[in-house]
């Protein structure tokens, strides 16, 4: 008899054993109590078994508890002992990014359904202050910008984001996005009041923080809108760790009925150990050229490099070519890479914004920081992009993790400037990739099938463009704070942009050059390093042809 089975019975039991046994036949008496025992047995093993399951219940409640937000300065400070080493190993393309479960709501959508489940309610700060917003009071404009006014100056917000990246602020706070009308002021004080789920009393904050995304050296106008960056700290607040429903901005009176109420979004961040990356794109336009083959393979190409998601901006109307939206709602709603979000050119002068270049590339800069506040606590870096241009890692490197893992390593020896080595270990806000003209003009090699158009040119210019010109860089999202087109305009917590070498990467850019002397002189030499996955591109490339229903060549 085992200790743990003897251990269940007690003294005062035995004398009662013992008449039983005397009175009984000894060997049904011995039967008896052997199963008797078996069964003490077995009650054990099952609280055995009952404790095992507990544990691992706790185990499983544990890997669901929400991680708290300092994993993103962690992933940062501690990346060699934490990732999942993923150099000279190909992404598995042939499994595709992970659908999405649905489709996000538009942030004025969300708003115009919360005013109207409040609108009978009399919230504000107190009876002559602060307002619940109201539905009528909202001035839209072109579809998905609020105006109000500040003194002399235009207000078109647009969206407003939960801002907690401890590299950036210790305290959280509120960051507005938005367009403005007047480019160096004078501004009227302005003011956050800031509603949370299930409160009737809003907090008001003085907003703390205005900036530019944009350069007046690029060009102003008396009839422009710039990007505009708006931040009010929670720090203040009895409430600053929750994450705010609806912000107002007003001016001049922090107790002035609010005429604009944006959703405040927040995607909080996941547990992981490998990096992320993602993709930004300004709105595309094409609306009389069927661009389905260049996307599809670009797509496929940026998947291969380590992509998990594309954000890209939609005008809508006839922006696209049929074929070409299709092409894009495939990937949308079948396959989760991209996401098309729609957007509406503001129309800051008189004539349409899509016409006027100044004011496009203004608008521009507002998808960019759109994108990037969407994505911050989603992946590690962003790489804002075109659809004809690719940030390639060269020689034994064959994506972006081990790209950014090698530049880790040595984060200042890795650069085309002598200068730049050595110093401290200091992370870089961005890693920026010089320009190098892949030109239709140059021979195309046939050897691959006719719709791959950048495996096919692989003649490229002599010399890459210089550090400040025309450059694309993935950016770090732990630290920068405002984008723009080739670099970053705002960070906080890292060090400048750094000029990686061309030894490392380049950024690939399939037009023509700005200097037609460059298809000529130096010559032109061939670089095929995209032919490292041709067959792996074409695989995955022509398996979304079919599931299009394209014919294949």
């Known amino acids: 008899?085992?200790?743990?089975?003897?251990?269940?019975?007690?003294?005062?039991?035995?004398?009662?054993?013992?008449?039983?046994?005397?009175?009984?036949?000894?060997?049904?008496?011995?039967?008896?109590?052997?199963?008797?025992m078996n069964v003490y047995k077995v009650s054990s093993w099952l609280k055995i078994l009952a404790w095992l399951l507990l544990a691992a219940l706790f185990v499983k409640m544990l890997a669901m508890v929400r991680p708290d937000e300092r994993l993103i300065s962690d992933r940062f400070a501690g990346r060699g002992r934490n990732l999942a080493i993923m150099r000279n190993v190909q992404p598995a393309a042939a499994m595709p990014a992970k659908p999405k479960i649905d489709t996000p709501v538009g942030d004025l959508t969300v708003v115009r359904q919360l005013l109207h489940e409040n609108a009978n309610r009399s919230w504000s700060f107190d009876e002559h202050c602060a307002p619940y917003p109201r539905l009528e009071d909202l001035n839209i404009q072109s579809e998905y910008y609020q105006l109000s006014v500040g003194g002399n100056v235009s207000y078109f917000l647009y969206s407003a984001f939960y801002e907690r990246r401890i590299s950036v602020d210790r305290s959280p706070s509120v960051v507005l996005l938005g367009m403005i009308s007047s480019f160096h002021g004078p501004f009227e004080s302005a003011y956050c009041q800031v509603w949370y789920?299930?409160?009737?009393?809003?907090?008001?904050?003085?907003?703390?923080?205005?900036?530019?995304?944009?350069?007046?050296?690029?060009?102003?106008?008396?009839?422009?809108?710039?990007?505009?960056?708006?931040?009010?700290?929670?720090?203040?607040?009895?409430?600053?760790?929750?994450?705010?429903?609806?912000?107002?901005?007003?001016?001049?009176?922090?107790?002035?009925?609010?005429?604009?109420?944006?959703?405040?979004?927040?995607?909080?961040?996941?547990?992981?150990?490998?990096?992320?990356?993602?993709?930004?794109?300004?709105?595309?336009?094409?609306?009389?050229?069927?661009?389905?083959?260049?996307?599809?393979?670009?797509?496929?190409?940026?998947?291969?490099?380590?992509?998990?998601?594309?954000?890209?901006?939609?005008?809508?109307?006839?922006?696209?070519?049929?074929?070409?939206?299709?092409?894009?709602?495939?990937?949308?709603?079948?396959?989760?890479?991209?996401?098309?979000?729609?957007?509406?050119?503001?129309?800051?002068?008189?004539?349409?914004?899509?016409?006027?270049?100044?004011?496009?590339?203004?608008?521009?800069?507002?998808?960019?920081?759109?994108?990037?506040?969407?994505?911050?606590?989603?992946?590690?870096?962003?790489?804002?992009?075109?659809?004809?241009?690719?940030?390639?890692?060269?020689?034994?490197?064959?994506?972006?993790?081990?790209?950014?893992?090698?530049?880790?390593?040595?984060?200042?020896?890795?650069?085309?400037?002598?200068?730049?080595?050595?110093?401290?270990n200091t992370p870089h806000c961005s890693l920026c990739f010089r320009n190098v003209y892949y030109s239709r003009e140059l021979q195309p090699d046939e050897t691959p099938p006719a719709s791959f158009y950048m495996l096919r040119h692989v003649q490229r210019v002599a010399q890459h463009l210089d550090a400040n010109s025309a450059v694309k860089c993935l950016h770090a999202t732990a630290y920068v704070t405002a984008l723009h087109n080739?670099?970053?305009?705002?960070?906080?917590?890292a060090g400048y942009p750094h000029d990686v070498s061309v030894a490392l990467g380049q950024m690939q850019h399939y037009r023509e050059p700005d200097d037609e002397i460059q298809l000529k002189e130096p010559p032109p030499v061939r670089d095929d390093n995209i032919w490292r996955f041709k067959e792996q591109l074409i695989n995955n490339s022509l398996a979304i042809h079919r599931q299009l229903g394209w014919s294949l060549p």
Request: hydrophobic share 35%.
């Open 197 to 424: 789920e299930n409160s009737s009393r809003p907090e008001l904050l003085e907003m703390a923080q205005q900036d530019m995304a944009w350069y007046d050296a690029w060009g102003l106008g008396p009839d422009q809108v710039y990007p505009a960056l708006f931040t009010c700290p929670l720090a203040g607040g009895p409430r600053r760790h929750r994450v705010p429903q609806l912000v107002s901005l007003v001016f001049g009176d922090r107790c002035a009925r609010a005429s604009n109420a944006l959703y405040v979004y927040y995607r909080a961040p996941e547990r992981r150990r490998s990096l992320r990356f993602g993709v930004c794109v300004k709105d595309l336009q094409f609306p009389d050229e069927d661009m389905s083959e260049r996307f599809v393979e670009w797509l496929e190409m940026v998947r291969l490099l380590g992509a998990e998601r594309v954000t890209a901006y939609y005008l809508g109307g006839n922006t696209l070519h049929p074929n070409t939206i299709r092409t894009l709602r495939h990937y949308e709603q079948h396959d989760g890479l991209v996401e098309l979000r729609p957007f509406r050119l503001l129309e800051g002068v008189s004539k349409p914004a899509i016409h006027v270049p100044l004011n496009k590339r203004l608008n521009e800069v507002l998808m960019y920081n759109d994108c990037l506040y969407r994505s911050m606590y989603e992946f590690d870096y962003l790489a804002v992009m075109d659809v004809d241009e690719l940030i390639m890692p060269l020689g034994e490197l064959r994506n972006w993790t081990a790209l950014v893992e090698r530049l880790e390593q040595n984060p200042n020896g890795d650069s085309n400037e002598p200068s730049q080595a050595g110093g401290s």
């Open 1 to 36: 008899m085992s200790s743990s089975a003897q251990s269940q019975f007690s003294p005062s039991k035995k004398p009662v054993l013992e008449a039983v046994s005397a009175s009984w036949d000894p060997a049904l008496s011995h039967k008896i109590l052997s199963c008797t």
């Open 486 to 493: 080739h670099f970053p305009l705002g960070w906080r917590g």
